[in-house]
């Protein structure tokens, strides 16, 4: 394919209603609502708007479905106020735009999350037009939480493994990032979809959900030795170029030609964090713009890192990103 330009985000679009409450109530009780804030969230707003920040030169385009309300307006909005091309983006008009409203407990900081699939579950293969991509990288997700993506194929595994063929057919790179889920699918729904990726993105829970291995050893640390047998596991499942995992020590990368790497978390003072959510997404949003500028396997890992620690800085998921100059600097301060 000629001209191949930009990334392609698709998958889940929604909204984070954060209500910062006094306290969780017991059944029949009444808590008190101090706060009410709203944020973007999910896979396409997140990674979009961070690599958007990144770097404006990088063509950034947006898929999914919203719902004809208020909450999708908003997203839309969002997305289009960091040059997002949003023509993608299908506005449902009988189901909502997907939300998730987060009780966050003052006194304890714990956050509950209660979310509506909406219009996100009706995001399906023919929602994407592939003959019309453009775009050097295709990322999608979350596998997991796209009902339409995750049904069933009798050729491919699954309706999403389908689609990332086509798109690979085109000469477009595909990635792809995972949800953590408690329902034990992860073999049975990313399975299918690592053989048709070239790049897979996701944390150490997810990952080691495909291989089966414990992350963590037993005093709690990372068990570096599983995250390499999990990569490999990945790769041997038809992951074209690399694979890379991330946790809250470290990141790790296992390429197709066998080359592993380890980067440490870039350091940040716990008072200077002010939420985790989206961190993932910030730092695979680190990777994505990585592997499409040409950041060297040796300093990839650090970059996301850092994309990371920027994340953590805001409370929301994209107001803490900033540009690539800024992240390594960053970088650069952490390595002496």
Known sequence: MQNQNGITFAGNILVD?????????????LANITAVSQAVGGCVPNTAI????????????????????????????QMQKYGIDTAGVIVTEDVPTSFSDVMS??????????????????FSPDDVDVDALDCRIF???????????????????????????RVQERGIRTSIDVVSDSTGRFREKVAPALRYAD???????????VSGLN???????????????TMQIMLDMGVRDRVILHSKEAGFMLTKDGQFRMADAVDIDPSEIAGKVGAGDA????????????????????????????????????SGMKSAEEIWRIVERNQK
């Open 17 to 29: 209603v954060v209500k910062t409450i006094t306290g969780y109530p017991e059944p029949g009780m």
């Open 50 to 77: 961070d690599v958007a920040k990144m770097d404006q030169n990088v063509p950034i385009r947006a898929l999914g479905r919203v719902g004809d309300d208020a909450y999708g307006r908003y997203v839309t909005g």
């Open 105 to 122: 407990d003052v006194s304890s900081g714990e956050r509950t999350f209660f979310h509506a699939r909406g219009a996100n579950a009706l």
């Open 139 to 165: 990322h999608i997700g979350y596998i997991l939480l796209l009902d339409k993506m995750d049904e069933a194929d009798e050729t491919f595994g699954t309706k999403l493994a389908a689609l990332l063929k």
């Open 199 to 209: 790049y897979a993105i996701m944390n150490e829970i997810e990952g080691c959900g």
């Open 215 to 229: 992350p963590r050893k037993a005093d709690g640390s990372i068990d570096v030795e599983n995250m390499r047998q």
């Open 283 to 318: 730092f695979c949003a680190g990777c994505l713009y990585g592997l499409y500028t040409g950041i060297p396997d040796e300093k990839l890992l650090d970059y996301a890192s850092a994309a990371a620690v920027c994340n953590l800085t805001a409370a929301d998921s994209i």
